[in-house]
């Protein structure tokens, strides 16, 4: 979940903007750009949205608050409500210039974030996390904007606001300098609260914290990877910490991982603008997202490096994002003017390629509208896309032994072919010999490793992927113990529909395809496949993944099971 847009989307997408052109517009320092002003009346459009939301009850402890679309009152969804209102208290542009109105729902809401707050300073989140300090960091970057913006609007009155905020921002930094984190990303997002809340209030504790959590490096692999490989939530995110610690802190050298990381990026990107995810091993795995998040991150080191290829990336988010997601980062934009500045002339971004990042267990092949991710120690081994038709994943399984659901521990490079391999066995056990029988019968203490294993099966399945002119051709091979039934899976994105295959009787969503040629189309694009196979219908078999909510197309078969099928 993106902390920063914690509301639903329901309030989010309540205004409708014309494509903006972020790269038209002369830079001039003090003089905001059209399409700035653009993303101020966005969020301008999206403040009404939080009055249903809002905790009105005086006599309820969090009076002032805002609730989530569950009606819990939570500090997350009250930070979003006072960090935009605060935004468009500080902006001529906007109907909420130092309104007094809006000033007063913020006193509340301020007001109602104290009582979120923990002696110790940490808030939490209540889907799962208490006396959290990395959620309180997370908070942070709602907070800290809104105490700066509404005390640059000289908005009559604010005083006491301000001091809520303020209250609120230095007991947050007394659990950040001492609070733990969860995961890898969690340092470097309470090293970027600590920075700013020393830009605001200078305590040497914030930069010794900092150091420590800076003393363990950066944890990105040589593939430009980070080690959540998060690309739709956490990769983003610690892209914009490194940049906020290498400004606050004067550290430029914290801007090569980000670099490294945006670099590896451009390779991790789909025709339509889509975000390859099925690396992430976060909750963000085989998510569908655009490059959004992205774009603060890309456009800040297409300006300071003066890097064309990162300019081309701000100009295809631009294309295949909504205003409303972008608009979502003004904050950003509207503390450091110079990324008002026009983009620098394009670089050509890499639509052709086969790429191998063995630290992220994948390869990344693409030519123009089509791309396909071949994935190690992932049952969905592959996914192709091509425009807006979209194969989510391949699968095959054999009902073998219960564990006969494939995947890769590796992918090899042979020439212009990449394999996949496993080998699985199926023993059975003899009886024990007598020395390791014990006495009472108890078979905790007799483990099957203590049993000589006879009869034993093997199941030798290799995926073959050659790249085409147009596509890619999968061979299977599954060989080892004769008659065991197989059955391979292409699972499409809701939303489209087949030519060439017919419905299961029994399972819903689910087709077979026994012919030469199928297809399936979603707007103006279309997955061609071939050739088909069905010689039983037994879609799902025991010891396989149950079955996705999703169009899946099946083959099916028995071993030995050589087949190819060609996507195009």
Same mark, same amino acid.
């Given at each position: 979940m993106n902390r920063r847009t914690f509301v639903n989307t329901g309030i989010l997408s309540v205004c409708s903007v014309p494509f903006l052109n972020l790269s038209a517009d002369a830079f001039v320092a003090d003089q905001k750009p059209a399409w700035i002003v653009d993303w101020i009346k966005i969020n301008e459009a999206q403040l009404p949205g939080f009055r249903a939301l809002k905790v009105t009850d005086p006599n309820h402890r969090y009076f002032g608050g805002y609730t989530d679309h569950v009606e819990i009152p939570n500090p997350h969804t009250t930070s979003s409500f006072i960090a935009k209102a605060c935004i468009l208290m500080a902006c001529p542009e906007s109907v909420y210039y130092q309104s007094a109105d809006t000033l007063k729902e913020v006193e509340g809401a301020a007001a109602a974030m104290l009582k979120f707050q923990h002696t110790d300073g940490t808030i939490d989140l209540l889907a799962t996390n208490f006396h959290s300090t990395p959620d309180t960091a997370f908070i942070l970057e709602n907070?800290?904007?809104?105490?700066? +913006?509404?005390? /640059?609007?000289?908005?009559?009155?604010?005083? %006491?606001? *301000? =001091?809520?905020?303020?209250?609120?921002?230095?007991?947050?930094?007394?659990?950040?300098?001492?609070?733990?984190?969860?995961?890898?990303?969690?340092?470097?997002?309470?090293?970027?609260?600590?920075?700013?809340?020393?830009?605001? +209030?200078?305590? /040497?504790?914030?930069?010794?914290?900092?150091? %420590?959590? *800076? =003393?363990e490096h950066i944890d990105i692999d040589p593939d430009g990877q980070y080690t959540e490989k998060s690309t739709n939530s956490y990769s983003p995110i610690v892209n914009r910490s490194l940049i906020t610690l290498a400004r606050g802190l004067s550290k430029p050298d914290l801007l090569e991982p980000v670099l490294k990381n945006l670099e590896m990026t451009l390779y991790y990107v789909h025709p339509n603008g889509e975000?390859?995810?099925?690396?992430?091993?976060?909750?963000?795995?085989?998510?569908?997202?655009?490059?959004?998040?992205?774009?603060?991150?890309?456009?800040?080191?297409?300006?300071?490096?003066?890097?064309?290829?990162?300019?081309?990336?701000?100009?295809?988010?631009?294309?295949?994002?909504?205003?409303?997601?972008?608009?979502?980062?003004?904050?950003?934009f509207l503390e450091d003017p110079t990324l008002w500045q026009p983009l620098p002339p394009d670089t050509p971004l890499p639509v052709n390629y086969v790429k191998a990042f063995p630290y992220s267990g994948l390869v990344r092949i693409r030519h123009g509208n089509w791309d396909t991710t071949l994935l190690s120690n992932n049952p969905g081994w592959l996914t192709f896309h091509k425009g807006n038709a979209v194969l989510q994943a391949m699968r095959v399984a054999a009902s073998f032994f219960g564990k006969g659901q494939f995947q890769s521990e590796k992918i090899e490079q042979n020439g212009n072919k990449w394999v996949l391999r496993r080998h699985l066995e199926g023993p059975y056990y003899q009886p024990l010999d007598k020395d390791k029988i014990s006495p009472d019968g108890n078979?905790?203490?007799?483990?099957?490793?203590?049993?000589?294993?006879?009869?034993?099966?093997?199941?030798?399945?290799?995926?073959?992927?050659?790249?085409?002119?147009?596509?890619?051709?999968?061979?299977?091979?599954?060989?080892?113990t004769d008659g065991v039934p197989v059955s391979l899976e292409l699972i499409f994105r809701p939303g489209g529909t087949f030519t060439g295959v017919s419905p299961h009787a029994l399972q819903p969503h689910a087709y077979l395809f026994g012919g030469q040629n199928g297809s399936y189309t979603s707007?103006?694009?279309?997955?061609?496949?071939?050739?088909?196979?069905?010689?039983?219908?037994?879609?799902?078999?025991?010891?396989?993944?149950?079955?996705?909510?999703?169009?899946?197309v099946y083959l099916t078969g028995f071993t030995p099971f050589k087949h190819t099928i060609r996507l195009s």
């Open positions: 907070m800290i904007p809104a105490w700066q +913006f509404l005390k /640059k609007s000289q908005t009559k009155g604010a005083g %006491q606001s *301000l =001091a809520y905020i303020q209250t609120f921002l230095k007991n947050a930094g007394e659990g950040l300098i001492r609070g733990g984190i969860h995961t890898p990303n969690h340092r470097w997002v309470v090293s970027a609260a600590l920075v700013r809340l020393h830009g605001l +209030f200078p305590d /040497k504790r914030y930069l010794n914290r900092i150091d %420590q959590w *800076l =003393a975000v390859v995810t099925e690396a992430s091993n976060r909750q963000d795995k085989g998510t569908i997202g655009n490059m959004s998040k992205y774009y603060y991150c890309y456009r800040y080191m297409a300006l300071k490096k003066n890097n064309g290829r990162m300019a081309a990336m701000c100009r295809l988010i631009e294309q295949t994002s909504t205003p409303q997601e972008l608009a979502g980062y003004l904050d950003y078979l905790d203490k007799m483990p099957r490793t203590l049993r000589k294993q006879s009869e034993i099966q093997e199941l030798n399945t290799t995926v073959t992927i050659t790249p085409t002119d147009n596509g890619v051709d999968v061979d299977l091979n599954i060989t080892g707007g103006k694009d279309t997955i061609h496949f071939s050739s088909g196979r069905i010689e039983h219908k037994g879609v799902q078999l025991r010891g396989a993944l149950p079955a996705m909510d999703a169009p899946t």
